[in-house]
């Protein structure tokens, strides 16, 4: 991609709020509309959101959205329609034990809460503070307990397919885990057996970094140095023996080939993950068989720099966005894509705009926590975001309930709709797109006010 060094978050602020001003009444009407009886709203079709017996894994970005545009705007009805929901409908999101969601549904509205609360966007109300911080707590320790111990002290909090499966986008949803560690939380077992919430998310991201990401060391024929940074969608373990069995993608093309939005949770969760570890105090590390706090920075910021460097080499066309795998059969099509402009219309393989919105906010984050040194990471994220908040990606027509056009949910499995006039899915949106573009929004509103927001 070719990043623009000129973009900074202030120059940027015409754009956020035009699309701010949309998100907000696109939110309000949704609400209007939408039956929670129906589900969550995932994806659109035909410009209407529409739900998917999958997992209701998008119904905390469905009232994350609210939040996030009362964060910009301080409407009113957007917090009450949130705080509404979220008493009313969220509840069953924090035990439920069959998902790897958590930090999805349950940051996005009680941590969002009560990050307004603290930030004094909110009234404060101890008991409700309480409410939200007794919510992270438990979400943190469920998510914790799906847990498929491995050899030499690692593991991971496995997906919905099973204790054999690690997805690379659970490094995202780590971050209740981290929120429910600094409520000073515990997950506690059998025998009274207290687990270490902080040691669980950092074996759990130690796994995934040596599992799910590739550093061109020659792991297998395709890890290569040119295509360091290559991320696999799920890895594959035998439980009994705890061996590694092979990489695997629900989402993706193939093993081999890096699905761009599972290689974008990678980008955004370890850079987050960063943040996080560089804000506690030593001497919280390197206890319950935990890495030293520079170990635990290391071993997230190789993971970050390789995965942020793969998008900006490999994965994205010239303005910063990608198309939705990078081994898709047909981009050969497309000739030398990546040195074009992408094209959402294109006849052969649609681009995913939910990816490069999430791949966005982790190159601006990794930029942020690396300070000069991250320079060319934070005007490759601001790149991104300019290039989403214009046409074709945002969706102007207030007739379309999505902000961010041209988001790819499964192509594998065919769950996206395809206009009649096109070859490929695209002019949709979905759920967690529109979540992550005014999430990003927000860290540029914020970086403009010379300030910054984390999950924390």
């Given at each position: 991609m070719k990043s623009i060094g000129t973009i900074t978050p202030q120059v940027l602020m015409p754009l956020v709020n035009r699309a701010l001003e949309l998100a907000s009444d696109?939110?309000?009407?949704?609400?209007?509309?939408?039956?929670?009886?129906?589900?969550?709203?995932?994806?659109?079709?035909?410009?209407?959101?529409?739900?998917?017996?999958?997992?209701?894994?998008t119904q905390g970005f469905q009232y994350g959205n609210a939040l996030l545009c009362f964060d910009?705007?301080?409407?009113?009805?957007?917090?009450?329609?949130?705080?509404?929901h979220v008493v009313a409908d969220m509840a069953e999101h924090l035990t439920h034990t069959g998902v790897h969601d958590h930090g999805f549904n349950n940051i996005s509205t009680y941590g969002h809460l009560r990050r307004l609360m603290l930030d004094r966007r909110i009234d404060a109300n101890e008991w409700e503070l309480h409410f939200y911080e007794l919510a992270l707590k438990v979400s943190g320790a469920v998510q914790a307990s799906r847990w498929t111990g491995l050899p030499d002290g690692l593991g991971f909090i496995h997906s919905f397919n099973g204790s054999h499966s690690l997805f690379i986008d659970t490094i995202r949803t780590l971050r209740v885990c981290?929120?429910?560690?600094?409520?000073?939380?515990?997950?506690?077992?059998?025998?009274?057996?207290?687990?270490?919430?902080?040691s669980r998310l950092l074996t759990h991201a130690k796994t995934s970094a040596q599992f799910n990401i590739y550093y061109g060391e020659g792991r297998d024929s395709y890890d290569i140095p040119q295509l360091r940074g290559r991320t696999a969608h799920e890895t594959i373990f035998n439980t009994a023996s705890g061996a590694f069995r092979c990489p695997s993608s629900q989402q993706g093309y193939s093993s081999f080939t890096t699905w761009t939005r599972g290689l974008a949770w990678a980008m955004l969760g370890f850079a987050e993950q960063m943040e996080f570890v560089d804000s506690l105090p030593g001497s919280e590390f390197g206890l319950d068989e935990m890495p030293s706090k520079a170990e635990a920075c290391t071993m997230l910021a190789r993971a970050a720099r390789a995965t942020c460097d793969f998008y900006i080499h490999q994965a994205s066309a010239l303005d910063g966005i990608c198309y939705w795998d990078t081994g898709a059969p047909q981009l050969l099509r497309l000739g030398d894509w990546k040195a074009s402009i992408a094209d959402p219309y294109n006849s052969f393989e649609p681009v995913d705009s939910s990816a490069s919105a999430i791949a966005a906010q982790g190159l601006m984050r990794l930029g942020h926590v690396l300070g000069e040194e991250g320079r060319g990471y934070m005007q490759a994220g601001l790149t991104v975001v300019q290039r989403l908040l214009q046409e074709p990606y945002l969706s102007t027509n207030p007739d379309h309930e999505g902000l961010l056009l041209h988001?790819?949910?499964?192509?594998?499995?065919?769950?996206?709709s395809v206009p009649s006039a096109s070859m490929i899915p695209c002019g949709e949106s979905s759920m967690w797109g529109d979540y992550h573009l005014l999430e990003a929004m927000l860290l540029v509103s914020k970086m403009a006010d010379s300030s910054y927001y984390t999950f924390y």
């Open positions: 696109k939110t309000l009407r949704l609400d209007r509309r939408w039956k929670t009886t129906d589900g969550a709203p995932v994806f659109t079709a035909g410009g209407r959101y529409t739900a998917r017996s999958w997992t209701q894994w910009m705007t301080r409407s009113n009805d957007l917090l009450e329609l949130a705080r509404r981290g929120v429910a560690h600094t409520l000073g939380h515990a997950l506690v077992g059998e025998q009274e057996k207290r687990v270490n919430l902080l988001s790819v949910y499964h192509r594998p499995n065919g769950w996206d």
